[in-house]
């Protein structure tokens, strides 16, 4: 079973949680890893190419920073440009059918923030409702998220136990 992952990260040279969880499953043969703002810098995405890794691979995972709330704007740009009616959705759209997604999401903030009565009033899994919610439409199977919480203040320890943990769930795409 192959996994696409998907790295929407404006500046994943500077960042030290989406880089090591990158560098984590990047010698997996079941996994391919596109590093989506280094291929369109200027947001001129080609849809043929991305259609076909998605088409390509059982699994997709997109991995990005939580940013303001939301997906990076490249990452919402992609989805526009990618999810066409007719592929992905409508009556003929049924090329994503079947295949499993999930979201791996960099947050900065501790956890303990992100809860109806923490300091931003919303759970992350409540943001990323807009991700679960392209299942309906695509046929696609929500599977949980993977969420790293307090990124900017993780000790070296914390982040290779979360490079684990992803490394881990990349595993059970083996089979």
Not at 27 to 32: A, Y
Not at 75 to 89: N, S
Not at 124 to 140: H, I, S
Request: hydrophobic share 40%.
């Amino acid at each position: 079973m192959s996994v696409g992952v998907l790295v929407f990260h404006p500046q994943l040279e500077h960042s030290t949680v989406d880089q090591a969880l990158s560098r984590a499953i990047c010698d997996m043969p079941q996994v391919e890893i596109r590093d989506v703002y280094k291929l369109y810098p200027n947001f001129q995405i080609d849809v043929q190419t991305e259609q076909e890794f998605l088409a390509a691979h059982d699994h997709i995972v997109f991995q990005f920073p939580m940013y303001w709330y939301s997906m990076p704007p490249l990452m919402r740009a992609w989805e526009d440009a990618v999810f066409t009616h007719g592929w992905a959705y409508g009556s003929t759209g049924h090329a994503l059918q079947g295949k499993t997604y999930r979201a791996v999401v960099s947050v900065g903030a501790r956890q303990e923030k992100y809860s109806e009565t923490g300091e931003y009033h919303v759970t992350a899994q409540t943001l990323l409702k807009p991700l679960e919610t392209l299942q309906y439409n695509t046929g696609m199977i929500w599977e949980e998220p993977f969420i790293v919480f307090g990124g900017s203040s993780l000790t070296p320890e914390q982040l290779l136990y979360k490079q684990e943990a992803y490394r881990e769930l990349m595993l059970r795409y083996e089979n």
